[in-house]
């Protein structure tokens, strides 16, 4: 039950919800001020659902009615079908507008995401601060289809169908795909975005954008975020994770990465070093943090367990890392097919770690592909209170030296014995 918009020689899919595509919408921030009023600077956003058997609800949304980690559609309050929608009545309410929807269709580029950031960000907090408002028309030029929004676990990201490219919900920034190369080249990339606020009867509201590729944006073209606000918006980005986790460590960067997606997840492991989903096993549950190189060829993702609520993954003393390793599912042993292979395992200053490298041949037949795990404990004392954490760091196409810097970031201090 989809219908497609052309504009020229641009097609953007706009599918019903049940039919599980979501249409994209933008949100904007800010200061709640006339309702509903053709020319007023904010108005209330009406949210809409395009219900299994064809017919549309609408409504006006407060900042508690969505939960964390969920998005729905709207459409550009300052648009041509919403200031048709206001002018209709003295008094125009939500169903009204679904009754405009059922005889006419918008415009792909007035669709918005109103989106409520996963808890892992601070999304559970009933403050305006914990949604976003992107367009769900992307930056890529050569293909536009409306963008999704996936909430499932180890996924949390808007992504274009039709370009595969991917966003990261925090600030819409582009992360993967053809379009993530404009991170470099210094064309948009970003959605473009609509401020929020909330008005006086707690209602969200939206601010009319300011149609700038280097401010707001501009729907299907996106916006400019410069390289230096890009580290700045990562770095808020990892402090919120830092916060809603618990973590006595900050969260490494290293340069020329940058966080892309964070959320919780959990495995199964048993003390016999097998993973399995059956009941007598134990469901560990990590914060697991993903970031990219800018470039994209290169990448490494955190995982952060609490070993106060998972002593079994305890480094003890004189036994060595070879038990946890099989526990969570590494392995420390060299294969027959790679062409290098590295092992490292040190302590200091109640830090230790342990790493493992494997290089394989690349397609020009050089020593080129690396993968390297590394299991890093810390003993870590903040604001008073000493916490214990497991940190495990798998890179992609990283160099030793990198991985070693991510592990002095972390809290390694210097060289010591090797474990045995």
């Known amino acids: ?100 929807l059922q005889s006419k269709d918008a415009d792909a580029y007035e669709y918005y995401m109103l989106l409520r950031l996963p808890a892992v960000y601070g999304g559970s907090s009933d403050e305006i601060s914990s949604y976003r408002a992107y367009s769900k028309v992307g930056i890529n030029m050569l293909q536009k289809c409306l963008l999704l929004y996936h909430s499932y676990e180890g996924r949390q990201r808007m992504e274009d169908p039709c370009s595969g490219d991917v966003y990261r919900v925090w600030d ?106 059956a009941h007598d096993r134990q469901r560990v549950e990590y914060i697991s943090v993903e970031y990219s190189g800018m470039d994209e060829t290169s990448g490494y993702t955190l995982g952060i367990f609490d070993l106060e609520r998972y002593p079994t993954l305890r480094l003890v003393p004189h036994e060595g890392p070879q038990s946890i390793l099989r526990m969570l599912g590494y392995s420390d042993e060299p294969e027959p097919h790679i062409c290098k292979y590295e092992r490292r395992a040190e302590g200091s200053a109640g830090v230790y770690y342990v790493m493992v490298g494997k290089l394989y041949m690349g397609g020009d037949g050089s020593c080129s592909i690396s993968s390297y795990n590394m299991l890093i404990w810390v003993d870590h004392d903040r604001d008073g209170v000493a916490r214990e954490y497991l940190v495990t760091v798998d890179g992609y196409m990283l160099s030793s030296e990198e991985m070693l810097a991510l592990a002095r970031a972390i809290g390694y201090t210097q060289q010591a014995d090797e474990y045995h």
């Open 1 to 100: 039950m989809g219908n497609s918009k052309s504009l020229g020689k641009i097609t953007l899919i706009l599918v019903v919800i049940a039919v599980s595509v979501v249409a994209t919408s933008l949100m904007t921030m800010g200061l709640g001020l006339d309702v509903g009023q053709s020319g007023s600077s904010s108005s209330r956003i009406v949210v809409i659902d395009y219900e299994w058997d064809g017919s549309i609800t609408t409504r006006y949304v407060k900042v508690g009615d969505m939960r964390p980690n969920s998005s729905m559609n709207f459409l550009d309050p300052f648009g041509k079908t919403m200031q048709e929608f206001y002018r209709s009545s003295t008094s125009p309410n939500p169903a009204s507008l679904a009754r405009l």
């Open 172 to 277: 819409g920034l582009v992360v993967a795909g053809y379009s993530a190369s404009s991170n470099i080249t210094g064309s948009p990339n970003a959605l473009a975005r609509l401020r929020l606020g909330v008005d006086a009867d707690g209602y969200i509201v939206a601010f009319k954008g300011d149609n700038s590729i280097t401010g707001d944006g501009v729907a299907g073209h996106g916006r400019i975020i410069s390289g230096k606000d890009i580290l700045e918006s990562s770095r808020v980005m990892l402090d919120a994770i830092e916060r809603y986790s618990g973590v006595g460590i900050d969260l490494p960067m290293l340069d020329g990465y940058i966080p892309t997606r964070a959320d919780t997840q959990w495995r199964w492991i048993d003390e016999d070093g097998m993973q399995s989903s």
